[in-house]
């Protein structure tokens, strides 16, 4: 599949080939396909796109934290996070302050308040990418993320996305 390469980018054969080596050394790096996406993204869309597409990447991917959270745009964060489940919560819940277990409760992100206080006391939950948190922790309006947003996350892979509207 690799001499497709050669036909269809603009990349020179002798990166593919180092690559296409790379590659044959450590699969699971998968250079050659980031490689190639980031080759195919900055010529259809450009150097700014690229740039977003590889902050999305490593926040949802990589050991990213609230500060990387911070650099996306609302827009952006949506699209980030547009395949995760969704929870609109009024704004106004935030002024007067949401318990964090009982908001996961509510939207049942897990089977029980109890099971939310053993993930927690695991360390195994985090919120806009910050891990240490207390059942007895409060979220407000200071929480949201571009004052809009809270991301929740339960392990590696498992995001969340509560929307304040």
């Excluded at 001499?3 to 250079?31: M, N, S």
């Excluded at 996406?37 to 977003?52: D, F, I, K």
């Excluded at 809009?148 to 509207?165: D, M, S, T």
């Amino acid at each position: 599949a690799i001499h497709y390469l050669k036909v269809y980018t603009f990349i020179p054969v002798a990166d593919i080939d180092a690559f296409a080596g790379e590659h044959a050394e450590a699969p699971q790096r998968r250079l050659a396909q980031t490689r190639l996406a980031e080759e195919m993204t900055l010529r259809v869309h450009g150097e700014e796109a690229l740039n977003v597409a590889q902050r999305a990447s490593a926040i949802l991917f990589g050991k990213s934290t609230k500060e990387d959270l911070l650099t996306l745009d609302a827009k952006t964060l949506l699209d980030v996070f547009s395949g995760v489940p969704r929870f609109d919560v009024p704004r106004g819940r935030f002024a007067e302050g949401v318990n964090l277990v009982d908001l996961m409760a509510e939207f049942e992100i897990m089977a029980s308040r109890g099971e939310v206080r053993r993930a927690l006391k695991e360390n195994s939950l985090a919120l806009n990418k910050e891990k240490g948190l207390s059942e007895a922790r409060t979220l407000d309006a200071a929480d949201l993320l571009q004052g809009q947003f809270l991301l929740l996350q339960r392990g590696k892979k498992q995001y969340y996305l509560v929307v304040a509207v």
